[in-house]
């Protein structure tokens, strides 16, 4: 099949831009006609060898934080219809929000949609961690783009969600059914390494959503009663490292904190195998990369409910869930492995076998590609 994926833009390895570009490699190692659509990819992070092709749309400087992108919307929208009328592709995939406002009637072409999460338009998660001065405006416009962009969805064939959580949600404020497909991960990739469990609690620390700074908090009460722990926050950078790195200090863990910064998906691999355990304090988490490739390399994994979590997590199992803010039972756990380590090695492997099982990365692109055939049989 002749296919154009079209992404919001590819300048991090990370979220919906990995899912792409991931799904996009598998397709061209499938024999298909793959072309890439974004404002802007940063060759350097993306290279493939395969035959499939990226087209930007703009350039770096009007990414969808810029006021440019918002004044230049029809513009893309136009120029995305124009290649498209080009290419004359059999199926059109568009991957995540904002992107989706980019979408038209292409003639009898099947369009799909996989949004990933709504959430930057629909709840306060990304807002509250925006800048002040940022909040409010936002908070204004995306009351005129929510109209924009609920009527831009009529011209979507179908949706399809990574979780019945996302699913509901979209449910809820687009009144439409969407197909779930849960998401995976790299099995292969995301495996156990023989690298026996040390007293780590990890964390990501990439964004603010992440809550490094709740577990910090947490670690705060737990070494007024015991120091053989230690946290470790991987990603953070900028402001946000600096941010964490004070509040290490004013709760004077600087003994029992690890920064590492950025790494490499090979060093991540290590860190997750190594540590007894993994958090994912996110709100409303729409899924949680983290959550299966913590499980798939062997590590159990705290996160707050409701969200994605809660259908990746065994509870007591595979890890724990508990509610947003729950500060008691988060240390609670976090002290279950530290006074009973093997209990990382048993929830581990169980954690494992159900990544294996069920966030086979491999096995969602097969079904995600079987279904996009089926539309473009349908349409013919």
């Avoid at 230049?72 to 995540?96: A, G, M, R």
């Avoid at 959580?165 to 990739?189: E, H, Q």
Wanted: hydrophobic residues 40%; contains cysteine; charged residues 25%.
């Amino acid at each position: 099949m002749k296919i154009v994926i079209v992404i919001p833009h590819l300048t991090s390895i990370g979220g919906a831009a990995r899912y792409a570009w991931e799904f996009s490699e598998y397709l061209s190692s499938q024999g298909d006609d793959v072309i890439i659509v974004s404002l802007y990819t940063d060759r350097q992070l993306y290279r493939s060898n395969s035959r499939m092709r990226i087209i930007d749309l703009t350039n770096k400087k009007d990414l969808t934080q810029s006021i440019k992108f918002w004044w230049n919307l029809k513009k893309i929208s136009k120029s995305l219809h124009n290649l498209i009328n080009q290419e004359k592709p059999d199926i059109v995939f568009f991957n995540h929000y904002p992107c989706t406002m980019w979408v038209e009637k292409y003639d009898d072409i099947p369009t799909i949609c996989y949004p990933q999460d709504i959430n930057l338009l629909y709840t306060d998660t990304y807002i509250n961690n925006l800048p002040a001065k940022i909040q409010i405006p936002w908070r204004i416009i995306r009351l005129f783009i929510r109209i924009y962009d609920k009527r831009k969805w009529k011209f979507f064939d179908e949706i399809i969600c990574h979780s019945n959580f996302t699913a509901k949600n979209v449910r809820k404020f687009y009144n439409v059914n969407p197909k779930v497909m849960l998401l995976g991960t790299d099995i292969k990739k995301f495996c156990p390494k023989n690298i026996p469990k040390s007293n780590c609690i990890l964390t990501l620390g990439d964004t603010k959503i992440r809550r490094a700074d709740l577990l910090l908090k947490a670690a705060a009460i737990l070494s007024t009663k015991r120091k053989d722990f230690k946290i470790w926050i991987v990603g953070s950078k900028g402001k946000l490292d600096s941010d964490l790195k004070n509040l290490t200090k004013k709760f004077n863990l600087e003994e029992q904190v690890e920064f590492f910064g950025k790494v490499s998906d090979e060093e991540l691999v290590e860190l997750y195998s190594q540590a007894l355990v993994v958090t994912h304090l996110v709100k409303e988490a729409p899924f949680g990369l983290i959550v299966t490739e913590s499980m798939s390399c062997g590590t159990p994994v705290i996160a707050w409910k409701p969200g994605g979590p809660e259908e990746i997590i065994v509870h007591d199992e595979t890890g724990f869930l508990i509610e947003e803010n729950d500060e008691k039972n988060l240390i609670r756990y976090i002290e279950k492995f530290l006074d009973s380590p093997n209990l990382s090695n048993d929830m581990g492997l169980n954690a494992r076998n159900r990544s294996t099982k069920f966030f086979n990365l491999l096995n969602h692109h097969k079904q995600m590609r079987d279904h996009l055939q089926y539309w473009i049989n349908k349409k013919s």
